[in-house]
Structures are given as structure tokens and as C-alpha cells.
């Protein structure tokens, strides 16, 4: 079945750091992938996407690139900031039926310090 | 873009009894909606798909006669949970589809 495997947590960085959060997956067919955020105590937040291989999706200075050679969607910001601390998830959906159901990885948690 | 509410945002109930968690899509009408139940710490754990008009389909290990889910309308399901009890504790999250999923803010159950 379809699975995401994110890089485990917690991750902490001071201020100004460079961020990586690796994440793979494993899929039949072609998904589209995900980066949701969770700030404490709410839900999620789609943070960016991709439908295609080669695509970049990017928000809010994060970006990710789909790499279908390498079954990859890391998740990377150049300089980060207190503001950003927050659990991040990768996700995958299938277009297989009409529901388009969401996969996740286990979520890594960051914590940026000031 | 899209808003998903939830309410009540946090509940507290004594064992026993039932409560009810709404998810409103405010700004678009949404066909299917999902549920998810997020322990401390941990990943979303998808519960069931609820689609506007007939049954919800859950998945492996979730109690329907438990988790009762309506969706009455294009812009609202219902969760209840029945005789709660102190291991249903948990963070309630639900999402509805457009052309993505959007999520609600969570519910937090405390069952006493």
C-alpha cells in the first residue's frame, strides 16, 4: 500500500538556520504530495504541494520538489524563524477513486530558537 | 481560500455520555469529509470518509456503532462520540475536500 516516511524529530535550529525534513514514499501510480503544518493546539494547514514529477511546490519561503527517481519530497527553508516551530507532515493522495484519501508520514517537529 | 470550522473547539464530558462534533465547510459545499483522531504526539489517523447522502465508510479497527458519523447536508457531517469513555480522548480533527483537503481546527475531547 501507499506509505510516506518522514525523517523523525524533533528537529531544533536556532534562528536563521538552513531546514531540511526529508520525506519518501512509496506509492503505486502517480500522487500528488503534500507538506501540511500543525501549530500547537490546531488542526492542519496545507503548506504546499506538488502534482507532478519535477515540480516545486513553495510557500512562505519553504520549498519542496517532487522527485519521482529518487520517491522524494523534502522539505527545505533557507532561514528559519522562531515563528515557524510547529509539527510538519508529509502526505501523498492517489487519484485512485473520487475521495483522493490523504496518507501521512508521522509528522516531525520543529523547534526554532530565537 | 477554503475555511473548515469545527466546534465545539474543546469538550469535556463525563463518562458515559455521548457528545457531538460538528465540521462546516463555510465557503464551499463538500461531498465527501473525512475524520481523523490525532493522539499526543503522533500522526493523523484517518477514522472514516463521510459522504454527503448515505453512509460513512470507516476504516479497519474504528467502531461505527461508536463513532457515528451523518452528513446531512454539502456543508456539514457530525461526529458523536457514543458512551464516551476515558481512552476516546483525543484531538478530533475533520477535513473537507474541494480540489484538496482542508482541514478544521480540531476538537480536543477530555473524558473524565
Known amino acids: 500500500g501507499d506509505s510516506v516516511t518522514q525523517m523523525e524529530g524533533p528537529v531544533t535550529l536556532s534562528e536563521e538556520a538552513f531546514l531540511t525534513i526529508n520525506c519518501t514514499y512509496t506509492a503505486t501510480g502517480y500522487p500528488s504530495l503534500f507538506w501540511y503544518v500543525q501549530y500547537p493546539g490546531e488542526g492542519l494547514q496545507l503548506l504546499l504541494k506538488?502534482?507532478?514529477?519535477?515540480d516545486k511546490g513553495s510557500n512562505k519561503g519553504f520549498e519542496a520538489t517532487y522527485r519521482k527517481e529518487t520517491t522524494s519530497f523534502h522539505l527545505e527553508k533557507g532561514s528559519v524563524q522562531v515563528s515557524d516551530s510547529a509539527v510538519y507532515f508529509c502526505?501523498?493522495?492517489?487519484?485512485?477513486?473520487?475521495?483522493?484519501?490523504?496518507?501521512f508520514g508521522s509528522g516531525t517537529q520543529l523547534t526554532v530558537l530565537p | 481560500g477554503a475555511v473548515v470550522s469545527q466546534h465545539p473547539s474543546r469538550v469535556i464530558c463525563k463518562s458515559g455520555t455521548s457528545v457531538k462534533i460538528e465540521c462546516r465547510s463555510l465557503?464551499?459545499?463538500?461531498?465527501?469529509m473525512f475524520w481523523y483522531r490525532q493522539f499526543p504526539k503522533q500522526s493523523l489517523m484517518l477514522m472514516a470518509t463521510?459522504?454527503?447522502?448515505?453512509?460513512?465508510?470507516?476504516e479497519q479497527g474504528v467502531e461505527k456503532d461508536k463513532f457515528l458519523i451523518n452528513h446531512a447536508s454539502l456543508t456539514l457531517s457530525t461526529l458523536t462520540v457514543t458512551s464516551a469513555h476515558p481512552e476516546d480522548s483525543s484531538f478530533y480533527i475533520c477535513s473537507a475536500t474541494r480540489d484538496t483537503q482542508y482541514f478544521g481546527p480540531g476538537t480536543r475531547l477530555t473524558v473524565l
Open positions: 463521510s459522504n454527503e447522502g448515505s453512509k460513512a465508510t470507516y
Open positions: 502526505a501523498l493522495t492517489t487519484p485512485s477513486g473520487s475521495a483522493r484519501q490523504l496518507t
Open positions: 506538488a502534482t507532478k514529477a519535477d
Open positions: 465557503d464551499f459545499q463538500a461531498t465527501t
